[in-house]
């Protein structure tokens, strides 16, 4: 098991504002930075941890790299000092723009034994960088990347679904894009309006039209299914929810669900079964599937979401038969979860 203690620094570095960033919002944190208290969090966070648990500090929130010197290397000396103080092996990772990665940091952050640095990456088209004021284009994401691999960092990609001047076409570019990079992991986020952000004024001067959820989950899917079975490992499917971030509070429009990722996984399932019965011409009103335990909940969908689907659409009732073994077994065919991501 991995221990994560999240360290947030409220727009820390960033440059300039992206359209559709309020970083204050997102990451629930208006505090500069305390020391003392940033050590307190992490140590609260980890003091669950049982022999044998991985230890992660992850700095998050704003550009890392981008902020003073002297900064960085406060955090980072806290978090090597923090293992030294536990006896153990700490892993260290931290987030930040593609355009303020160089040489220069990736000396300071070897030196610091960071393992994973994640990129705010968004999208891999010029057009959907500038409308969104990103504030550098495609190639730096390329440089980057190219010299965090090289390093022997971890390199992970943030991508965003719904971005202005974004299109089915070019999300699809940037998922190819991303599959060539070959990071070791990725997070997939949809485009929310947060108040307090260009994007707000846009939507509300009928600028910008957010994606509707379920299209979201479609393009979240394809890029899940494309970058899992690519072999990227993606992390995370969706904003956190939080008191702030819920639709009526600084959430003004946009494919919230607080069971974003969920949804996305239960269409997958979902996909699968239909094309199961399509193929088989499936008419009984009762249809066994066979898996194990830990696949009923995602079968049967948040809320019984893919049973109500299939009981609607085709009168057909979804019935679970629990097994030992690690495969998914429909209309006498087996399935390992890579045979889910595949897609056409």
Known sequence: MKKTASVYIPHYGCPNDCVFCNQVKISGRK??????????????????MREGDIV??????????????EVQDNCLELANEIGRRINKKIQIKLSTRPDKIDE???KRLKKYKVDTVELGVQSMDDEVLETS????????????????????????????????????????????????????????YPVLVIKDTELENMYYNKEYTPL???????????????????GINV???????????????????????????????NEIYKDK???????NKYTSDVLYIYSPKKYTSKILGNKKRNYDYFKNKYNIQIKIKNIDDDKIIILGEEFSWKDFLKTN
């Open 31 to 48: 505090t500069n930075l305390d020391y003392k208290a940033m050590e307190l969090d992490i140590l609260k966070s980890i003091s669950t």
């Open 56 to 69: 992660e500090i992850a700095f998050f929130g704003g550009s890392f790299t981008a902020i003073e010197d």
């Open 104 to 106: 220069k940091v990736i």
């Open 133 to 188: 004021n990103r504030g550098h284009n495609s190639d730096i994401v390329y440089y980057a990347s190219d010299i965090i691999k090289k390093s022997g960092i971890k390199l992970g990609l943030q991508i965003m679904i719904g971005l202005p001047k974004d299109t089915k076409e070019k999300l699809y570019s940037t998922i190819e894009k991303v599959i060539d990079i070959k990071p070791d992991i990725a997070r997939i």
């Open 212 to 230: 509707d959820l379920q299209t979201t989950i479609k393009y979240a899917k394809y890029m899940y299914q494309k970058f899992e079975y690519a």
């Open 235 to 265: 992390i995370r499917i969706g904003l956190q929810a939080t008191e702030n971030i819920t639709i009526g509070n600084d959430v003004v429009a946009g494919p919230f669900h607080s069971a974003f990722g969920e949804l996305v996984i």
């Open 273 to 279: 079964i239909e094309e199961e019965l399509l193929k």
